[in-house]
Nanobody, 121 residues
Framework: QVQFVESGGGLVQAGESLRLSCAAS????????MGWYRQAPGKRRELVAG???????NYADSVKGRFTISRDNAKNTVYLQMNSLEPEDTAVYYC???????????????WGQGTQVTVFS
């Protein structure tokens, strides 16, 4: 079973940037669509950014123009570059494999521990 290990979170001031990394195990990474999710206290987990195996992207409206998802198949790693961070971005961030079909992006792998991102004003 594919496992994911997220890293790169931290405590930053509003307006600053962070780059999250997600290392995946397994030999099928290059053909797997991936997504970054986040969960803030008291809220449901939500898709922040998705990247299909064919290069199609999907971003939540709240992060469009600020966040960029990318991948390095040689390293089995997916990244989330987060710029112009806002206090509302504070959450635990997770990555997962997704099934991307039309407008539907559904996670189907196991969740890792996530990485905490805290943005203060």
């Amino acid at each position: 079973q594919v496992q994911f290990v997220e890293s790169g979170g931290g405590l930053v001031q509003a307006g600053e940037s962070l780059r999250l990394s997600c290392a995946a195990s397994g030999s099928t990474f290059s053909i797997t669509s991936m997504g970054w999710y986040r969960q803030a206290p008291g809220k449901r987990r939500e898709l922040v950014a998705g990247l299909s195996s064919g290069g199609r992207t999907n971003y939540a409206d709240s992060v469009k123009g600020r966040f960029t998802i990318s991948r390095d198949n040689a390293k089995n790693t997916v990244y989330l570059q987060m710029n112009s961070l806002e206090p509302e971005d504070t959450a635990v961030y997770y990555c997962n494999a997704v099934v991307a079909y039309g407008s539907s992006w559904r996670p189907f792998g196991s969740w890792g521990q996530g990485t905490q991102v805290t943005v203060f004003s």
